[in-house]
Structure formats: structure tokens, C-alpha cells
């Protein structure tokens, strides 16, 4: 039987990061942008380069739990859902053997900006931190920008099948609310009438006796049915 050989130095030793894509739909001249903030690297490898809020993770703590704290250390913000994704390990990846086990996060933009003023008003508020276009990033430290492609692709996949959209939607919402979300996410437009179509033939919706008045007709209000899971786990449970 061939034996694995021992590691000459610590600096073979293989660590775990923990990183996190945390995606927001926030307005860029009144236009809806799917947005995801980003952290200055202040140290080498890659001094300088933007890279995915993340940390390493502590023996001592699962890996939700890495997840959620490094995402608040290194941005301030506390996410709606977080699910990890995903393990990226190529050995090249980085300069010494790093696995990162990523998660992707979605939270509203009015919870941000509370988040951010409410760190602001403390003075703790993290540096180095900058929200981007997720489909119009810079290039990224280590491989951060193909796993960003690679949970776009994921997030778009979701948003077909299941109510995803709602981490990103305000607990009451119109169609017209749902729907600029979901072409947001997807980066195209939607028929209106075949949408509705779809949305009246699920059953993750829940029309309430509410409407938004306005300039226009009065539109209906909406609600999630949260019997329906927000992205189906499986047999999965949180102890990660």
C-alpha cells in the first residue's frame, strides 16, 4: 500500500478559509444593479487587488458560523439567507494550499444601508470595503472571479424553481416587484404576462387584501408562502 508522505514543513499543511458572496439589488441611477461588495487586500498575495469578504476558519467553530462572522468582521453586514455553495481547492489557487469553502448570502438593500448606517453611527464601520456590478467586476484576487461567475450561475439557476427571490424583497411586494428582481438576477427581460402566468400557478405566493396606490392602478401585495423553503437543502441540516 502506498503511503502518503508526511508534509516537510508547516508550510505544506493545507488550510480551510471561509469566504462569502453576498449579493444585493441596489439602484444605480434609479436603474436595479445585482451588487456584491468587495474587500481591499491590504497584504500580499495580491496587495492591493479586491478579493470576497471571507477569513480563516477556527477549530473551534462550524462553518456556518465562520461564515456569518467573517462576513461581519470584514463588511459589517449580517446576511437574510446564507447557504454554503460550494469547495474550491485547486492546488494553484493560491501561493500556499488553501480550501475555501464559499457561501452565498442575499440580503434587501434597505438592510444594508441600516446595517451600514447603524456601524456608522457607532464608529466601527469595517474599511476597504466597495459594492460592485457583479456582472462588471475588476479582476479579482486569487480565483474570486470565477467563483463569483460560478454563483451567479447557481443564483440564476434558483431563481427559475424556487423563492430565492425573496431574500432580496421586502416582506410585502407586487409582481411588478418580483419580477424586476428576477430580471435583475437573470440580466434580461421578462414578458409580464407570461410571468404572472408562472407566478399564478405556483404555490410560493400568497395575495393578501393589501394594494400600493399610486400614479398607476392599484396594484396587489404579495406574500411569500413560507411553508415553501426559501432554496431546497435536501436532507441537510445547518450543522455545517
Known sequence: M???????????????????????????????????????????????????????LDPTESLDAAASRTLEETTGLTPSYLEQLYAFGAVDRSPTRVVSIVYWALLRSDEVDAQVAAHAREGDAPENV??????AL?????????????TLWRLRNKVGYSRIAHGL????????????????????????????????????????????????????????????????????TSRH
Open 2 to 56: 502506498t503511503r502518503t508522505p508526511e508534509p516537510e514543513s508547516r508550510d505544506a499543511d493545507v488550510r480551510v478559509a471561509v469566504s462569502t458572496v453576498i449579493f444585493s439589488v441596489r439602484r444605480d441611477a434609479d436603474e436595479p444593479v445585482l451588487s456584491l461588495p468587495l474587500v481591499r487586500r491590504t497584504r500580499d498575495p495580491y496587495d492591493g487587488r479586491w478579493a470576497l469578504p471571507g477569513g480563516w
Open 169 to 236: 424583497l421586502p416582506d410585502e411586494f407586487t409582481l411588478a416587484d418580483l419580477r424586476e428582481v428576477t430580471e435583475t438576477i437573470l440580466g434580461r427581460r421578462l414578458d409580464p404576462a407570461n410571468f404572472r402566468r408562472q407566478v399564478d400557478t405556483s404555490d410560493t405566493l400568497i395575495p393578501t387584501e393589501r394594494f400600493r396606490t399610486g400614479s398607476h392602478r392599484p396594484a396587489r401585495l404579495y406574500r411569500y408562502n413560507r411553508d415553501v423553503e426559501l432554496a431546497d437543502r435536501g436532507p441537510l
Open 138 to 150: 475588476p479582476a479579482l484576487a486569487f480565483d474570486h472571479n470565477h467563483i463569483v461567475e460560478y
Open 130 to 135: 466597495e459594492w460592485f456590478d457583479a456582472a
